[in-house]
DNA sequence: GTCTATACCGAGATAGAC
DNA sequence: GTCTATCTCGGTATAGAC
């Protein structure tokens, strides 16, 4: 597995240009010559757009999960809400600053008509990651019976999150995590109290 | 201005399939066979594909902001809460139901590179629409130095939840929408104790 | 305003030499 | 594995008759 075949650098490229354009706005001969190469050439890698395509999102699939993984484990020894709000703000920066968040969401929002079942079942196991990891952060600080609706919360508040990355300047951006964090913990703070 | 003009039928047909297949997705022969007239008679009433995809989001624009002021208008006359509820629950199924809805976020978070500072300027009036509505509630609920942090809040609030009417069936859905709802509401009443 | 015919282009994909 | 040359298809758009 070279890190610097062809395959390779014809996947990073064509994944930034997906993300950008989409698959439908993203051409064969823009990834080739990206890549530094001829059209033809890309068939001697992929047999198709498509499949080209589907070995981009897989990486993709493959890196977030991992992304959310490594990124819970490295605050594991502090209490539950800072472990949340860490996840919560590198989530962020990794939708805005990686191109493998902005293809992620756009597949999973609007994927091409043709490869919608494929790309869903290939992000099936991501909803679980999450629901795992952040299960095993709320059950330390919610009732057991209570975990559930504030990991639909959570889970809304990062996809709110998330989505107004695409709205708003980095300021702008920022202020509003904070006030929408703010308000969500509140919320959950008000469950103990309870 | 006829409603059943060729133009508006044109119309009707582009805004749904601009929203299901996205703006390269969608082919002026597929508008056309849907309108039932050949390809080329679309120039007699729009001069380019462009043309008519912005005729189509400028529409949609306005029937949004009309749909938010109208269904806060519905409810002036009970309290702020079940006016915030409400919103909640009428704005998700126009985004659900409405291809208004699909159409106006797809293009919010991805537009066509090529329109991208068109789209962005039909729809900034939006964002102010939505402040001025939803403050009006606000500040009869909270401190009036307070009413914007909250409005973050409800505002992701309905992103998560847009967001998520993609992923999840309409049950599923309605669930994590109701707890979503009671974590923000807590958060908000907490606010109010303090 | 709508049609048929057509121009023109760029897309995805293949053949076959090197 | 990469190239040139080429195929086929479908796209946007135009010309001109009715």
Redesign the interface.
């Known amino acids: 597995m070279q890190k610097d075949s062809t395959q390779e650098r014809i996947k990073q490229v064509a994944l930034i240009l997906f993300a950008?354009?989409?698959f439908?706005?993203t051409s064969l001969s823009d990834i080739a010559s990206g890549v530094g190469i001829k059209k033809p050439s890309l068939y001697a890698h992929y047999k198709s757009k498509e499949d080209l395509f589907l070995g981009v999102i897989h990486k993709v699939s493959v890196d977030y999960n991992e992304f959310v993984i490594r990124t819970v484990e490295e605050r594991s020894d502090q209490n539950p809400e800072d472990q949340l709000y860490h996840l919560l703000h590198k989530n962020t920066n990794y939708l805005r600053n990686d191109e493998m968040g902005l293809i992620f969401k756009?597949m999973?929002?609007?994927p091409?008509?043709s490869l919608r079942a494929d790309i869903y079942d290939m992000f099936e196991k991501t909803?679980n990651v999450m629901r795992e990891v952040i299960k095993s952060i709320l059950i330390k600080m919610v009732p057991d019976d209570e975990w559930?609706?504030?990991f639909?919360?959570y889970?809304?508040?990062?996809?709110?999150?998330?989505?107004?990355v695409?709205?708003y300047s980095p300021e702008e951006h920022q202020?509003?995590l904070e006030?929408?964090w703010?308000?969500?913990?509140?919320?959950?703070?008000?469950?103990e109290e309870m």
């Open positions: 950008r354009k989409g439908e706005g756009r999973m929002l609007f091409p008509e909803e559930e609706q504030v639909d919360a889970l809304c508040l990062l996809d709110g999150v998330f989505e107004q695409f709205y202020k509003r006030n929408s703010t308000v969500f913990i509140q919320g959950v703070h008000r469950k």
